[in-house]
Structure formats: C-alpha cells, structure tokens
C-alpha cells in the first residue's frame, strides 16, 4: 500500500505519520509532502529516514491514498485533481465535510458508508471537538435514541495550530515579566483567559465551530432534524478539547444502564471512579488515541431520567485528526 502524506510538517501530518507506524497495516510505503518553505525536511517513518518533498500533482502518481492536512483553501483546490489520478483522499480540512456524496466517517460510529467507495473517492475527516462528541454519544443513540444534544467545549490552543501554541506561550512568558500582552492569533489574550466563541461569527450569534458541530453531528448519525446546541469556546490548555455533554435519550435510563453501554464501546475509555484525583483531563490523556468518558449522571433527584450528562476529553491531534484519519484508511483496506 503506497500512502501519501500533504501536509507531513505539520503537527497532524507528524501524528499522522506517528499513527501509521503503529498501524496493523504492515506493508506500507509513504511518501512524505508539504509546501515549498518545508521542502528537504527530514522524517522519519519506521526506523528510516524519508525527505519531505515540495508537492506537484504529478508526484502522487501510483499512490494509493493520500493522508491530506493542508487546510482547506488548499484541499479545496487540490483534492478533486488527485482522485482523477486514482488515488483515494482521506482529508483532514472542513472543505468536503458537508459537500453532498463525500462520506463524513469516524469508523467506529459509521464505518458502514465506507462499503463499497470507489477508488478515487474524498473522504471526509470530521472536526476535532464533533469527533470525540459523537464517539461518546453512538452508544447511547443505538441503545436508548437520541432526541437532543447541548454541549460546551473546553478547546486547546492546538486546534489553531502551532501559531496558537506559540501565542499562549508568548502571553504566559510575557506576564511574569510584567510585559504587555498582545493577542495575534486570537482577538483576545489566550493566556489566562477564556474565549467564548471559534472562528467566524455568522451574524445570528453562532460561530462557525458550533456550526461544524451541529450540522457534522447530523450527517455522521444520518439525523438531519436532530437537535444539537453548541458552545465552542477556547482555553489557555495547550492539548486536548474537553466538553461537558447534556443529552436528552427517547427513553429514561439509570445511571447504570448509561455507563453499561458506553463502558463496551470500542473507542471509550470510561473513567468509573467519582474522584477528582483520578478525572480525565488534558493533562492527563495529552498523546492517547481514545476518548474518554467520565461524570456519567442522571439529573439530581432523579435516578432514572430520559436527560443524562457526562464529560469528554481527547487529544483533538490524535483522535480528533491524525488517528481518526488513519483508522478510516484501516477500515478502508480491512473492507
């Protein structure tokens, strides 16, 4: 299987390559490519070291899937060229999330939509914060339904990129000198702040990574009537989205019937014990692939309630991009 990497610099391209060489798929030869400025930059892919080549079209050539996170400006003019040489995408941008006939996957909720793609295909990788939401809230929807979602997010600097990283570095360092804070990347300082709203605002108070959320989470569960509330907003956490998740079930559950379900979903880490010392944080689960899932609880007063809450956390650079892409390319090639 030869597989492509657009984007290989970048710190979901290096997870992308981090998660292929852990992959079961053995028999694997990559190519590695990102822009011009990042040309001759040396990676290494299982024990050898492979040169970052400037991406021309015609270099994909023979390939039989491409690993794309280039952003979205450049997937949107790019990604259709590279299937007419054959070659299957599996892209990391929002640019093909909501376009009609390109599957919007996360293989543990929906890997069926993958059956029978023909090769040359777009695959759609959904964003970080909708990612780790619907892993959660699969079993649920298959057991009890689902009639309503609400959800804030808790996201880290991360999922801006590096600039973001270097940003709340920047103001962190720059408080305790007593020096001034000047935000770039963000409207606002990041560095000990809390930022209530993502990415474009669109007028009628939403901002665009709610949006994402509320209309990738219908496609991926095939409910396009389904009601979903979202509140994105950013923290100064240098890795990993959290969120705190109400969910209105079609029936009334306990407590214990909730935590069953979710406990034997492939993809869940369910953290069992209420202790604070022993919660799922950013911190904590910085570099692991699942997502994990504490504070499972019915409203107070009711043991059994058709509302149920709970917290989720995952690494938005594995599990909400690098290794999410990789086990859509897994699902595509055990199929």
Not at 42 to 66: H, I, N, P
Not at 225 to 241: I, K, N, S, W
Not at 255 to 265: D, G, L, N, P, T
Not at 313 to 329: C, E, H, M, R, S
Request: glycine share 8%; with cysteine; net charge neutral.
């Amino acid at each position: 299987m030869k597989v492509a990497i657009i984007g290989a610099t970048g710190a979901v391209g290096r997870e992308m390559i981090s998660d292929l060489e852990d992959s079961a798929i053995k028999d694997i030869e990559v190519g590695l490519f990102a822009s011009q400025r990042s040309a001759g930059e040396m990676l290494t892919f299982r024990g050898k070291s492979q040169e970052v080549k400037a991406y021309r079209l015609d270099s994909l050539r023979g390939f039989d899937y491409c690993l794309m996170s280039a952003g979205g400006a450049f997937s949107g003019q790019n990604a259709r060229a590279i299937c007419e040489l054959g070659v299957t995408v599996i892209d990391n941008s929002s640019a093909w999330r909501m376009v009609d006939g390109v599957p919007l996957v996360v293989p543990e909720v929906n890997a069926a939509v993958l059956k029978g793609l023909a090769k040359g295909s777009i695959i759609a990788n959904p964003n970080c914060s909708t990612i780790q939401m619907v892993v959660a809230l699969k079993p649920l929807l298959d057991a009890f339904g689902i009639e309503h979602v609400q959800v804030s997010t808790y996201q880290s600097v991360s999922g801006t990129g590096q600039k973001g990283i270097k940003e709340l570095s920047g103001q962190i360092e720059s408080s305790f000198k007593f020096g001034d804070v000047k935000p770039q990347a963000y409207a606002q300082p990041i560095a000990f702040n809390v930022l209530p709203a993502i990415d474009v605002l669109d007028g009628a108070g939403h901002c665009f990574e709610e949006e994402k959320m509320i209309r990738e989470t219908r496609k991926i569960f095939g409910k396009p009537q389904l009601e979903v509330m979202a509140t994105t907003v950013r923290v100064p956490v240098y890795h990993c989205h959290s969120e705190s998740v109400s969910v209105r079930l079609s029936r009334k559950v306990t407590r214990k019937e909730a935590i069953s379900v979710m406990s034997s979903f492939a993809g869940i880490t369910m953290h069992l014990e209420d202790d604070h010392a022993k919660f799922p944080t950013p911190r904590a689960i910085a570099g692991d692939r699942s997502v994990h899932v504490a504070r499972v609880r019915t409203p107070i007063d009711h043991p059994s309630s058709d509302w149920l809450q709970f917290w989720v956390v995952a690494d938005n650079l594995k599990k909400g991009a690098a290794t999410n892409a990789v086990q859509i390319l897994e699902a595509i090639s055990y199929h």
